[in-house]
């Protein structure tokens, strides 16, 4: 499967430690030169930076870029990057955090995920505790989300949780 990264869901993941879950769940992620810059840029968290400094074997810097998609002229660089690289390679996901980079990227048929969905994954699959990680990601990090969306992620985990014993029972 191929998917592709924004600099938000890397960022978030090796703050808290949790990186690892993309290839666990994906196997390999592509990213932009772009998001890589991105990355490591001064600004960036001394761990995200330390960690591009010399990226893993599932982390593929992708150069390929496609013609323009509507809307990207209103993201910044790493962002449309991503989104035309996903497009280009028919990614089968994109993963991205802000919320017009998600609606552009939707819009040009794209299924996308961010932080949460990729947190809440790994809960549903038992690879981690869903309550302390998202704890830890709005203590730790400037990851902004409001309470409604946290409860209805909590109620999907809750419901995809109760719901595989009633399949395996049948």
């Given amino acids: 499967m191929t998917v592709v990264g924004d600099t938000s869901v890397l960022r978030y993941l ?13 196997g390999q992620l592509l990213i932009p ?3 890589a810059d991105e990355c490591r840029h001064s600004g960036s968290p001394e761990a995200l930076r330390t960690f591009m400094r010399n990226p ?19 993201l910044d660089p790493g962002e449309a990057a991503a989104i035309r690289l996903a497009l280009a390679r028919n990614a089968k996901l994109l993963l991205i955090d802000e ?19 990729i947190i809440a994954d790994a809960a549903q699959r038992g ?17 902004r989300v409001s309470q409604e969306v946290i409860e209805a992620v909590r ?6 949780q109760v719901s595989e014993p009633a399949r395996r029972a049948r």
């Fill in 14 to 26: 090796v703050t808290l430690g949790q990186v690892d879950l993309l290839p666990r769940r994906f």
């Fill in 33 to 35: 030169p772009e998001v």
């Fill in 56 to 74: 893993p074997g599932w982390l593929s810097i992708d150069r390929l870029s496609a013609a323009s998609t509507p809307g990207l002229e209103r």
């Fill in 99 to 117: 919320r017009l980079g998600r609606r552009v990227a939707t819009n040009a048929k794209l299924r996308v995920s961010g932080t949460l969905g």
């Fill in 127 to 143: 690879w981690l505790d869903f309550e302390m990680t998202v704890q830890d990601l709005i203590e730790k990090t400037n990851f």
């Fill in 155 to 160: 109620r999907r985990i809750d419901t995809c």
